[in-house]
């Protein structure tokens, strides 16, 4: 069966301190691994999809990579704004299966 | 344009009424999605339509009953719902994953609808 670990479960990060979220993998036949950032209440924003090992995509403190076995999520110089919770999903068949994400609080 | 629009936003339902929770997309996606995410937890895969057609039931209870009218909407019907079913109910489309297609099929998620039964 397919599963995604992502970890830590929360991370606190000082504005500026830089740090990865990972997201680890076990699937049949990978079509696409896919990153999303969620604030309470809203529904998730999407971010970047990934679709072979070592493809890599940034977008502004943001970068994903991507190996065989997991994927990792990269923040730059973090700031409060950046504060959500980012989950990682991955797709082998026309399913989409979530991590249960990692909580990232930035504090200024 | 990336938009999935849900309404309404909030619900509040007694466990003998009867609502629906409505979902559209203008993406051209054919292929729909209805989530259900309780607090501090991750998207939970309720139903699958592809090309209108229902296409995976995770297994969710007669008491939830979608509907694909046409290829832009996508309905929840709720019926006899119990305090448990309170929770956040999310609509996503994305692109068909096929043999010859493998990029661009990420999933699209709408605001979401919070419900909550009383």
């Known amino acids: 069966e397919d599963q995604v670990t992502q970890s830590p479960e929360a991370l606190r990060l000082q504005e500026g301190e830089s740090s990865s979220l990972n997201c680890s993998y076990t699937v049949s036949g990978l079509r696409g691994l896919f990153w999303y950032r969620q604030d309470p209440g809203k529904g998730p924003e999407f971010l970047f999809t990934?679709?072979?090992a070592g493809e890599e995509k940034e977008k502004e403190r943001l970068k994903a990579t991507l190996t065989k076995k997991e994927s990792f999520l990269h923040i730059t110089a973090p700031k409060p704004e950046d504060s959500a919770t980012y989950l990682c999903?991955?797709?082998?068949?026309?399913?989409?299966?979530f991590g249960a994400g990692t909580r990232l609080t930035v504090k200024p | 344009d990336t938009e999935v629009t849900q309404t309404p936003k909030h619900l509040v339902m007694g466990m003998t009424n009867k609502k629906s929770l409505k979902c559209e997309q203008h993406m051209g996606h054919r292929a729909m999605y209805w989530y259900k995410q309780k607090a501090k937890k991750p998207p939970e895969l309720m139903f699958v339509?592809?090309?209108?057609?229902?296409?995976i039931n995770e297994s969710v209870p007669s008491r939830f009953s979608p509907e694909c009218p046409n290829s832009s909407l996508l309905n929840l019907h709720l019926h006899a719902l119990q305090p448990e079913d309170s929770a956040l109910y999310l609509c996503?489309?994305?692109?068909?994953?096929?043999?010859?297609?493998?990029?661009?099929?990420?999933?699209?998620f709408g605001q979401g609808t919070r419900l909550t039964v009383v």
């Open positions: 999903a991955v797709q082998a068949s026309s399913i989409m299966r």
């Open positions: 996503a489309s994305s692109q068909l994953p096929t043999r010859d297609r493998v990029l661009n099929t990420e999933a699209f």
């Open positions: 339509y592809s090309y209108e057609k229902l296409s």
């Open positions: 990934l679709y072979s």
